[in-house]
């Protein structure tokens, strides 16, 4: 599976983005989708999952502000980020996997290149 993410920019404080995750291959429908992302200095963090059966699971800093959806025929998973806070600002990753646990970034197997999203106060 390769996966390109898009959406990343720049926005002001209380600003939404969507950002998109495109998947390749016919199995996409198959596989658990995370968003992860990694502020400057700071390791890599969970964020939202989405299971292949149609579990989401959020990081309790961002939960009731954004929210991860999938279109398996479009093979893409999305990250609808509203109310977004500076604290936000990093580069957002989504990862692909047949895993056990949706939020630990080690048990999957793609990633895509990173997105950035700058917040501004």
């Known amino acids: 599976v390769q996966l390109q993410a898009s959406g990343g920019g720049l926005v002001q404080a209380g600003g939404s983005l969507r950002l998109s995750c495109a998947g390749s291959?016919?199995?996409?429908?198959?596989?658990?989708m995370g968003w992860f992302r990694q502020a400057p200095g700071k390791e890599r963090e969970f964020v939202a999952a989405?299971?292949?059966?149609?579990?989401?699971r959020y990081a309790d800093s961002v939960k009731d502000r954004f929210t991860i959806s999938r279109d398996n025929v479009k093979n893409t998973v999305y990250l609808q980020m509203n109310s977004l806070k500076p604290k936000d600002t990093a580069v957002y990753y989504c990862?692909?996997?047949?895993?056990?646990?949706?939020?630990?970034?080690?048990?999957?197997?793609?990633w895509g290149q990173g997105t950035l999203v700058t917040v501004s106060s």
């Open positions: 990862a692909a996997g047949q895993v056990r646990h949706t939020t630990l970034e080690h048990e999957y197997d793609y």
């Open positions: 291959g016919r199995t996409f429908g198959r596989y658990d």
């Open positions: 989405h299971s292949w059966s149609g579990i989401t």
